[in-house]
């Protein structure tokens, strides 16, 4: 049945993503709800209009409203974005990489009626996702006995819809004509992030405000629809857009030669074959990137490396720079009139911005950071064992006299610099940040929270490693520990809200990474030292359960 | 166990939950021995491979590689050995010649004129990324990386996929001149004409049992063979019919045409015994067809 035709085998291969995001999503939401319900939330009436606006507390928030706009319209909207970006960027490029193209043309089918297909197994899933997103906040809300009366959920449901589908289809439009997947998902991704960015900081800048409305991630929450209802304006500026990458998707797809599953010359091939570079690049690229197993991995993922660390490094910067518009003033009178502002600051991911500390603390390191490190441990680290099982690989690597434990030692060590190399990268952005701001900032503990915020990179690094060492499924191991890392990212933000249940957030490695405050205070050896014990314990137990399983082969 | 044997397993056993992939398996392999593993798709070869590998671990029994437990003794084991995987992947990025240096460097260096001299023998291209090969030129840089490191065991799991006959040639000369010095080879395949040319003997296997293990000359002696007869006179098909191991019998005036596996010698005693014999002509043993045969047999008794 889900393999009748083109469009239920896309869907049969991407409903399992979705219906994970989606519950991850509910159990934010209602994690969230629950959280809120148990503080007073009166205190976000009182704060000046301009705060609300950068945290992304809407008007009249109650807990209802707070819960749906932070975990709709903020995570649900990346998450959903995501998802179509993964959907949209694999459609052609997945199927050309994957050599199965040609098998599927073989059939009496047009590069249209597969490119169609795919797009409405993408567009179906989504709305699937967002109806039931749509049907779970109303109940989640009743469940807790949360109030929604006079929110319009589903009008933000139908703007998440649209922009989620907006980046779809522009991923679609990018792999359609250049049959790279990586492209398209990486500039589908950049445009976002840039977007979200710009959204969120431009309307700060006297004489700015409208600038933001060039970036497509205005049209989500522009019009705040969770309060106005749907804007058709908007929806219909984001739809003619997604109307225009469909037929451009269309005419890449119909014009261009199909690739095979050959592997493209990178740059690095070129130089390597011109004669005045060979003999250098031959020594870097070839002899020396295979000489041992984990300069191996190292090599394997310079692109994500690169990537990360050149967005962490210019993000440091921005943020230092962008500090001066700030309206630092009217958040130091906000913190003296409302100590508990602080706490508060602190569950939306971040310190106060009275002071540079905080607001890199709000801006990078309270999520960006982490995020980064936590992509870079886990793509790494979940993929460590079952990337080589699943590509038929691991049997001719352990033909070699190469025990088990050699294997997991090296690939974590692969992971570990990795990481800190992000954690350098972030850390001379931070600092070149504030000396181009003329930002008074402590070096030494900037270098403390960079270390602390690598450690939890190899924590869930380490974590995905042990996940993936036990089941060799790198979805399982990939998905599992970005489920934990949530649930304690959010443990760690919020239980301190809550006296009774402050304790708990000690359970979670987040803790160990703000809970000392290290921008201010510097480096808790102690919180570190906890840090390395997890990533250490987590690898060795990584070498038991490897030791002890079966290979996965792939037939 | 025997301290001599190149690979020796003893009720060597694999289940998957229900499924039953290997056994009670027992195997004998000498030094200097090629042995052909043969048996249908999904007979349980590779599996074997497998557990012998370490890669995945026997239910239940033992195999022991160069007299060394094969799971105690992995790493050590994988020293002398030369592995060329079924479905063979490998880096997709990486050239040729990368891929054997890197697995030269895991083991801890090769010589690298031999590898020049293999490269040049099964002519193999190691300029270009693994990834843009033939799979046939792929196969190439798998069987260098397995001889690379002149091992003492050689394990093959369907070596000749993708090989034109050319280089199948070159590849059968490579495993007898290996064999000759003393090294073994286990062989597996799903097609006897993979093996039968240079396999001492043969082992079947077929739903995870081993049903037979005989010498190629053996298997030959027992083929089914198309015989031609002319006699000086007309002849009676019930005659030929009653002699065990005859069948398909067809009378062409004074020419008979019929299948035999058996002895010779027991077929013509019978014969001249009756009529007087003029000429006799025989066509080559088919070997393909016992072997079909066996997989037949154990399909029906599956």
């Not at chain 1, 009178?333 to 508990?340: A, G, K, M, W």
């Not at chain 2, 022991?64 to 490998?90: C, F, N, Q, T």
Request: hydrophobic residues 50%.
């Amino acid at each position: 049945m889900m393999l009748a035709n083109i469009f239920t085998k896309s869907v049969r291969d991407r409903w399992r993503g979705t219906t994970i995001a989606f519950i991850s999503l509910m159990l934010m939401l209602l994690f969230a709800m629950s959280i809120y319900r148990n503080f007073d939330i009166n205190i976000y009436q009182e704060m000046p209009e301009v705060l609300k606006r950068i945290m992304g507390i809407p008007a009249g928030a109650d807990v209802g409203s707070l819960a749906v706009s932070v975990f709709l319209s903020g995570a649900g909207a990346w998450v959903l974005a995501g998802l179509t970006i993964a959907s949209g960027s694999a459609s052609i490029p997945s199927e050309e990489s994957q050599g199965t193209i040609g098998l599927l043309l073989g059939n009496p089918k047009s590069r249209t009626n597969v490119l169609v297909s795919k797009a409405a197994a993408m567009v179906l899933l989504m709305l699937l996702m967002i109806v039931a997103s749509w049907g779970c906040t109303y109940l989640i809300a009743k469940i807790l006995g949360v109030n929604l009366g006079g929110l319009s959920v589903g009008a933000l449901s139908i703007h998440l819809l649209v922009i989620a589908l907006f980046h779809g289809f522009l991923a679609m439009a990018i792999g359609a004509w250049t049959g790279n997947r990586g492209a398209a998902a990486g500039v589908t991704t950049g445009v976002m992030f840039i977007s979200i960015f710009a959204v969120g900081l431009l309307p700060l800048i006297e004489g700015w405000e409208n600038v933001a409305k060039v970036f497509p991630w205005y049209y989500l929450n522009g019009s705040e629809p969770l309060f106005n209802g749907v804007n058709w304006g908007h929806i219909g500026i984001l739809s003619a857009s997604i109307f225009l990458f469909a037929v451009i998707s269309l005419v890449g797809l119909n014009r261009r030669d199909l690739k095979s599953q050959n592997v493209g010359l990178t740059l690095i091939d070129r130089l390597r074959n011109y004669p005045m570079t060979q003999k250098i690049i031959t020594r870097l690229a070839g002899s020396t990137r295979v000489s041992r197993i984990w300069i191996k991995t190292f090599s394997e993922h310079q692109t994500l490396l690169s990537i990360t660390g050149y967005v962490m490094f210019l993000t440091g910067i921005l943020i230092g720079v962008l500090y001066q518009f700030m309206p630092v003033d009217t958040m130091m009178q906000l913190v003296e009139n409302f100590p508990e502002a602080k706490t508060i600051f602190a569950a939306i991911g971040g310190g106060d911005f009275s002071t540079p500390e905080g607001f890199f603390q709000l801006e990078i390191f309270g999520l960006m950071a982490p995020a980064a490190l936590m992509v870079v441990g886990i793509a790494i680290g979940g993929r460590a064992l079952s990337g080589e099982e699943s590509r038929n690989t691991m049997g001719l690597l352990l033909a070699n006299p190469v025990p088990r434990y050699k294997v997991i030692i090296e690939k974590s060590l692969a992971m570990i610099i990795c990481a800190v190399i992000t954690g350098i990268a972030t850390f001379a952005g931070v600092v070149a940040g504030a000396l181009l701001g003329g930002l008074d900032m402590n070096i030494a503990n900037v270098a403390a929270t960079c270390l602390l915020v690598t450690l939890i990179g190899t924590v869930f690094g380490s974590l995905a490693l042990a996940l993936d060492a036990a089941v060799g499924n790198g979805r399982v191991a990939v998905f599992g520990s970005i489920g934990i890392a949530l649930v304690s990212y959010i443990a760690s933000s919020f239980l301190p809200l809550s006296e009774n249940l402050a304790g708990f957030a000690r359970w979670s490695p987040y803790y160990y990474f703000l809970g000392g405050d290290p921008l201010v205070m510097g480096l808790n050896w102690g919180h570190a030292a906890i840090l390395i014990g997890l990533t250490l314990g987590l690898i060795a137990i990584s070498v038991v359960l490897f030791k002890q399983r079966d290979l996965r082969y792939t037939s | 166990m025997n301290n001599h044997s190149a690979i020796y397993t003893e009720g060597l056993t694999k289940h998957y939950g229900d499924v039953r992939a290997v056994v009670d398996l027992n195997l004998d392999i000498q030094a200097g021995e090629i042995f052909g593993f043969l048996g249908p798709n999904g007979a349980g070869k590779t599996t074997t491979i497998r557990t012998l590998l370490d890669e995945i671990r026997p239910t239940a029994g033992k195999a022991w590689i160069l007299g060394m437990d094969s799971h105690k003794k992995a790493v050590e084991i994988r020293k002398h050995i030369g592995y060329l995987p079924g479905d063979l992947a490998m880096y997709p990025d990486l050239t040729g010649k990368d891929t054997l240096t890197y697995f030269a460097n895991l083991r801890g260096g090769v010589d690298w004129s031999y590898v020049d001299s293999l490269a040049e023998r099964l002519n193999a291209d190691l300029d270009k990324k693994v990834g843009n090969l033939s799979s046939g030129n792929r196969q190439k840089v798998g069987l260098i990386q397995a001889f690379m490191n002149r091992p003492e065991i050689f394990i093959f799991d369907e070596p000749s996929s993708g090989l034109d006959p050319l280089v199948q040639r070159e590849f059968q000369n490579m495993m007898r001149e290996v064999t000759g010095n003393g090294c073994s080879v286990f062989l597996s395949s799903h097609t006897l004409s993979e093996v039968q040319h240079v396999a001492d003997r043969v082992g079947i296997i077929r739903s995870g049992k081993l049903v037979a293990i005989e010498s190629v000359a053996e298997l030959r002696s027992k083929a089914i063979r198309r015989i031609e007869l002319d006699f000086d006179t007309m002849v009676e098909a019930t005659v030929f019919e009653a002699i065990p191991g005859v069948r398909d019998v067809v009378i062409e005036n004074h020419r008979v045409v019929l299948s035999y596996d058996g002895k010779m010698e027991d077929m013509l005693r019978v014969v001249m015994d009756k009529y007087e014999l003029i000429n006799i002509r025989t066509q080559e043993a088919d070997l393909e067809e016992i072997f079909i045969t066996y997989y037949r047999e154990e399909a029906a008794t599956a």
